[in-house]
C-alpha cells in the first residue's frame, strides 16, 4: 500500500470512531440535561407519548410487550441470546465476527449501566413490570440496536437491516407501552447502542471483511471493502 493510500485509509477509519463518540457524548448529554432539568422531570413529549399508549393498554399489546421485555432483558436477553448468537457465528467460522458481538454487546451494556447508574433517573411510576432503578438510558433498546447493527454490518443483508429495524421499533414501542420507560429513554438507548457497534466496528472491519470473503468467495463489486478497512 503506498503512502497516500494508507493515509486515506487512516483518515477513513477514522471516521466512524468519531461519529460514533459524538454519538456516545450527545447520549451523554441528553443524560445530563435530564437529570439537571427540573429535577429529572419528563419532557412534555415523553409525557404524551406515555399518556396515549397507557390509554391504549389491552391484553392484546400487553402479551407481546411482556414478551418482548422477557426476549430483550434478563438471563434470556443478556445471556442466552448472545450466546446463541455468538455460538451461530462460530459454527458457521466466522470467528471475528463473534468477538466483534461479544465485545460490541458487552460495551454497549456496559455504558447503560454506567449511563444509568450517574444519572438515576426515575422510571414512570405505572410500570407494569418490575426494573432495576436508572430509566436512562433504555438498555432493552440499546441492545436490541446494537445486535442489529453489529449482524447487519457482518452479514450485510438487507433483509437483517430490515428485521433489525422492526425488532428495534417494537422493543422501543414495547418499553414505553409497559411503562419501563420514558420515550427519551429509549431514543437514548437506540443512538447508543447503533454507536457502540460503529465503534467497534471500526478497528475490527478489515478482519470482518476478508473473514467474510474467505468463508462466501468474492464479494459484490457494491459489496467491496470500503477505503476504510484497507
Known amino acids: 500500500m503506498s503512502a497516500p493510500e494508507r493515509q486515506a485509509a487512516q483518515i477513513s477509519r477514522r471516521w466512524p470512531l468519531v461519529s460514533g463518540g459524538m454519538a456516545v457524548l450527545l447520549v451523554a ?11 429529572n422531570l419528563p419532557f412534555s413529549f415523553d409525557l404524551a407519548f406515555l399518556g396515549e399508549l ?7 399489546w400487553t402479551v407481546p410487550a411482556l414478551v418482548m421485555n422477557n426476549i430483550g432483558g434478563g438471563i434470556i436477553g443478556t445471556i442466552v441470546v448472545p450466546l446463541a448468537v455468538i455460538l451461530l457465528l462460530l459454527l458457521f467460522r466466522m470467528r471475528w465476527a463473534a468477538g466483534y458481538f461479544a465485545i460490541a454487546t458487552i460495551v454497549s451494556a456496559g455504558l447503560v449501566q454506567l449511563l444509568k447508574n450517574l444519572y438515576g433517573r426515575p422510571r414512570p411510576v405505572d410500570m407494569l ?11 432493552h433498546v440499546a441492545n436490541a ?14 433483509w437483517i437491516w430490515a428485521a433489525g429495524v422492526v425488532y ?7 418499553r414505553t407501552y409497559l411503562g419501563a420507560h420514558w420515550l427519551s429513554d429509549t431514543v437514548g438507548g ?6 457502540v457497534a460503529v465503534i467497534v466496528w471500526a478497528p475490527l472491519a478489515h478482519r470482518l471483511f476478508t473473514e467474510r470473503e474467505n468463508r462466501v468467495g468474492p464479494v459484490h463489486p457494491t459489496e467491496a471493502e470500503p477505503p476504510a478497512t484497507r
Not at 129 to 137: I, L
Not at 190 to 195: D, F, I, K, R, Y
Open 54 to 60: 397507557v390509554e391504549h393498554r389491552s391484553a392484546f
Open 145 to 158: 440496536a446494537t445486535m442489529t447493527v453489529v449482524l447487519a454490518l457482518v452479514l450485510r443483508r438487507v
Open 29 to 39: 448529554g441528553l443524560g445530563a440535561v435530564i437529570a439537571y432539568r427540573e429535577n
Open 168 to 174: 428495534t421499533v417494537i422493543m422501543l414501542l414495547s
Open 190 to 195: 437506540l443512538v447508543l447502542g447503533s454507536a
Open 129 to 139: 413490570v418490575a426494573a432495576d432503578p436508572g430509566s436512562f438510558p433504555s438498555g
